[in-house]
Nanobody, 114 residues
Framework: VQLQACGGGMVQAGGSLTLSCAASGSMHSFPSVAWYRQAPGKQRELVAS???????NYGDSVKGRFIISRDDAKNTLDLQMSSLTPEDTAIYYC?????????WGQGTLVTVSS
């Protein structure tokens, strides 16, 4: 499966963005999906995930501000981001996983200005 992430861009602090990740095949066959991000000079970190199609986890820094959702009918994975801060500036990556098979999208850049 190929993943195409989009929706990144530049936004002012306090603003909102919605990222979307489109799968070339059936996302329904992947029980676990996630968004990660990597800021300059930092390691990639988990932003949000849906495990086994039902357990939702968020990174501590985004709890209460971001919402992850999946639409298996459209084969998309979204990340609604609000109350953005400059610390949210990063390249955001989506992934899908089934067993040992893990696929990553190419990333989309989010820049939050103060």
């Amino acid at each position: 499966v190929q993943l195409q992430a989009c929706g990144g861009g530049m936004v002012q602090a306090g603003g909102s963005l919605t990222l979307s990740c489109a799968a070339s095949g059936s996302m329904h066959s992947f029980p676990s999906v996630a968004w990660y991000r990597q800021a300059p000079g930092k390691q990639r970190e988990l932003v949000a995930s849906i495990i086994s199609a039902k357990i939702i986890n968020y990174g501590d820094s985004v709890k209460g501000r971001f919402i992850i959702s999946r639409d298996d009918a459209k084969n998309t994975l979204d990340l609604q981001m609000s109350s953005l801060t400059p610390e949210d500036t990063a390249i955001y990556y989506c992934n899908v996983q089934r067993g040992d098979s893990l696929y990553w999208g190419q990333g989309t850049l989010v820049t939050v200005s103060s």
